[in-house]
């Protein structure tokens, strides 16, 4: 499968314990987004990332929540002390280096973040 | 003011009649534009994307840009049940490291 990879796909945490999702970019693609999804609500984004790199974070809430994209491996979303308003999907997009003609992104499955 | 607005809908069609979804968009400077369609529970999955003004046409999909108007629409022609989704929005800004979405606007085609 070439497509965006992301997992877990659903995890559940209690308040206060650390939640980490990943994503692995569609190959070929140096671009990483995360966006956010609260239930019947649009996406919301957070970051956007390249290799190592932190190019646009201005949607990433300001406390509890940090991302990266090391040089080897998936990017990470990492969300400390969880709290029930976390509880959302979250999705990872990846797309190619970028085009004179426009940044098309492609979406992974989403990662659903319970919140017990 | 919102950057990309959708009427939320839901926008109700008969099958086989002609599905019409519209979007404006704040930022002048936007240079790409594309519909993502999202199933209850799934990811988004792009539709159409659209660089220039006029409209662009795939299979039963056309997309409509106009950026004097900031405006951006979708038409579907020959709805399906199967079509029935969320429809979203979504404009790059230059450089195309930013992609803003609107809150979508939810389609049912009845049969």
């Known amino acids: 499968n070439a497509g965006v990879m992301q997992n877990p796909r659903h995890l559940v945490r209690r308040r206060g314990q650390e939640a980490r999702l990943r994503c692995s970019p569609m190959?070929?693609?140096?671009?990483v987004y995360w966006y956010r999804q609260l239930p019947e609500e649009g996406l919301k984004f957070m970051v956007y990332l390249q290799k190592e790199n932190i190019i646009d974070e201005s949607g990433m809430p300001k406390e509890r929540f940090s991302a990266e994209f090391p040089k080897e491996g998936p990017s990470i979303l990492r969300i400390q002390q969880v709290v029930r308003g976390d509880s959302a999907a979250y999705f990872c997009a990846s797309s190619p280096p970028l085009q004179p003609s426009g940044n098309t992104i492609y979406f992974g499955e989403g990662s659903w973040l319970t919140v017990v | 003011q919102k950057e990309v607005e959708q009427n939320s809908g839901p926008l109700s069609v008969p099958e086989g009649a002609i599905a019409s979804l519209n979007c404006t968009y704040s930022?002048?400077?936007?240079?790409?534009f594309f519909w993502y369609r999202q199933y209850s529970g799934k990811s988004p999955e792009l539709i159409m994307s659209?660089?220039?003004?006029g409209d662009k046409e795939d299979g039963r999909f056309t997309a409509q840009l106009n950026k004097a108007s900031q405006y951006v629409s979708l038409l579907i022609r020959d709805s399906q049940p199967s079509d029935s989704a969320t429809y979203l929005c979504?404009?790059?800004?230059?450089?195309?490291?930013?992609?803003?979405f609107g809150a979508g606007t939810r389609l049912f085609v009845k049969a």
């Open positions: 190959k070929g693609h140096s671009h």
């Open positions: 659209i660089y220039s003004n």
């Open positions: 930022d002048r400077g936007s240079q790409s």
């Open positions: 979504a404009v790059s800004g230059p450089g195309g490291f930013k992609t803003i």
